[in-house]
C-alpha cells in the first residue's frame, strides 16, 4: 500500500478530481510562487536556524533573527522567475507581516531556556495498523517543524503556521495531523514518555494553540484518516481498471476551485477555452451556449425575486384578512381567496401508539398513521387535552388567486 502524506488526503478532501489529475494522471501544472510560499519557507528556516543555534547554548539575539530572515526572504525571491502576491498586498505588507511575526515570537520566548530541542524540520513516516488479525498497515508521511523535550518526560510536537486565517476547532486539519504525529513519537521514544503534547504556533494571530495527546483523543483521528486511505485505495484500483470512468474521482466545486492550477483540464472550467458556439432548437430558433447561459442565471434572478415579493403579500394579505375576518380580496377584476386551517404535527410517536392502545384504537392507527389520527381529532373523538398532550397545533394558510366569479361572463 502506498505511503499517504496528509497533503495528498486534504487534497482528496478538497476535491478527488484534482487528486486524479495530480497523483494519477500526473498533469504537469505551471507552479508560480507566491509571496505567501516564500514567507512561510523563510519564516520557518529562520525558526530553524534560531533553534539550532538554541540547542547548543549560543542564543542569537533578536536583531541577528531579524536578519538572517531578510537574508533567507532574499535567498528565496532570487530564486524564483516569477512571483505572484495574492489578493491586493504587496512586498512591504509581507516585509511588515514576517518582523511583526519574529518580533512578537522572539520577545515572548527569549531567552528560550524553558525547552530541549530533539529535532527540527523533521521529516517521519509511520504507520497505522487498520486490524490487529489482518496486518494490514496505512502509512503516513510529513515533516514536524519542531520536536521538544520538556519538563520531566514531556514531549512537545511544535508546528509553526503564518495564515491569515484560525481555523475553527471543530475542522481543524492541523490539530489533526499533529495529533497523528504522536504515533510517531510514541513509536521511536516510547520508554522516555510520560506525556505528549501538541503546539500550533498562529505567528499571525501571536496565539498559541496547546493540548494533551490522548489515546481517546488519538483514536478517532485515526480511524478518520483509516478510512480516507481505504476510500483512495478502493478508487485508485477502480480507476486503473477503468481509466475512462469520469465518475469514479467526482469533482466537488467549492472555494478551493479558484486557486486550482487543472482548471485547464477539469470538467467545471475547461468549457472557458471554448468559442460561443451556436445552438438551434427545430427550424426557427438560433442562440449561442453563452447568451443561453446569461439567460438562463437572469431568468433564475427575476424567478427568485418574484417569489420573494410574492411570498411578502402573501405575509401582508394573510395578515390583514385575520384582523379584518375576510375569507376573500377583490380588485377590479381579480380576487384572492384565504384559507385558514389548523396544521398538526406529532410530539411523540410513541406517546400517541400507547395513547391508541390504551384507548382501543390501536388497529385503526397502527404505525402511528397522522392522517387516521388526526381525523379523529377534528370528529372530536379525542379530547381537546388529549390532543394539546400528544400534538403540536399551528396555523396555516392557503392563498390562492384568481380571476373575479362574481361579475358577468362575458360570453354569456
Given at each position: ?51 539550532k543555534e538554541v540547542n547548543v547554548f549560543r ?125 510517531w513519537v510514541k513509536e521511536k521514544y516510547w ?36 478510512k480516507f486511505v481505504d476510500e483512495i485505495e ?179
Open positions: 500500500m502506498a505511503t499517504y502524506s496528509f497533503s495528498q488526503i486534504w487534497l482528496y478532501e478538497q476535491c478527488p478530481k484534482k487528486y486524479q489529475f495530480k497523483y494519477l494522471d500526473k498533469y504537469e501544472s505551471e507552479f508560480i510562487a507566491s509571496y505567501d510560499t516564500v514567507l512561510w519557507n523563510s519564516v520557518h528556516a529562520t525558526l530553524e536556524r534560531l533553534y542564543i542569537p539575539t533578536e536583531e541577528e533573527t531579524l536578519e538572517k530572515f531578510k537574508e533567507l526572504w532574499d535567498g528565496n525571491v532570487a530564486k524564483e522567475w516569477e512571483i505572484q502576491a495574492k489578493w491586493t498586498d504587496t512586498i512591504d505588507v509581507y516585509l511588515e507581516r514576517w518582523r511583526a511575526y519574529l518580533e512578537e515570537y522572539y520577545e515572548k520566548y527569549a531567552p528560550f531556556d524553558w525547552t530541549k530541542v530533539i529535532w527540527t524540520e523533521l521529516q517521519l513516516t509511520f504507520k497505522v495498523k487498520k486490524d490487529w488479525e489482518e496486518w494490514e498497515w496505512r502509512s503516513f508521511r510529513w515533516f514536524v517543524d519542531r520536536l521538544d523535550k520538556q519538563w520531566e518526560d514531556v514531549f512537545i510536537i511544535n508546528d509553526y503556521k503564518t495564515n491569515k486565517y484560525l481555523p475553527p476547532e471543530d475542522n481543524d486539519h492541523y490539530r489533526e495531523q499533529l495529533t497523528l504525529y504522536a504515533l520508554k522516555y514518555i510520560k506525556s505528549i503534547k501538541a503546539r500550533l504556533f498562529y505567528l499571525h494571530f501571536n496565539i498559541i494553540d496547546e493540548w494533551e495527546i490522548t489515546d481517546d483523543l488519538l483514536e478517532p483521528i485515526i480511524e478518520k484518516y483509516s478502493k478508487k485508485k484500483a477502480q480507476y486503473e481498471n477503468n481509466p475512462d470512468d469520469k465518475n469514479i474521482f467526482p469533482t466537488l466545486g467549492n472555494k478551493f476551485c479558484q486557486y486550482c492550477e487543472f482548471q485547464n483540464v477539469c470538467p467545471l472550467f475547461t468549457h472557458l477555452n471554448f468559442p460561443d458556439e451556436k445552438i438551434t432548437w427545430g427550424y426557427l430558433w438560433e442562440t449561442t451556449v453563452k447568451r443561453l447561459v446569461d439567460r438562463f442565471y437572469k431568468l433564475g434572478k427575476d424567478a427568485w425575486e418574484i417569489k420573494k415579493e410574492k411570498d411578502m403579500i402573501r405575509e401582508m394579505l394573510i395578515e390583514y384578512a385575520d384582523a379584518k375576518w375576510f375569507e376573500q380580496l377583490f380588485w377590479e377584476e381579480d380576487q384572492v381567496k384565504i384559507s385558514k386551517w389548523i396544521n398538526y404535527s406529532i410530539k411523540d410517536k410513541e406517546a400517541i401508539k400507547q395513547y391508541a392502545i390504551n384507548n382501543w384504537m390501536f388497529t385503526e392507527v397502527w404505525e402511528v398513521n397522522k392522517t387516521k389520527f388526526v381525523e379523529k381529532v377534528k370528529n372530536w373523538e379525542i379530547s381537546e387535552e388529549d390532543t394539546k398532550a400528544l400534538l403540536d397545533e399551528k396555523d396555516s394558510y392557503t392563498v390562492s388567486a384568481s380571476k373575479r366569479k362574481d361579475l358577468p361572463n362575458e360570453d354569456e
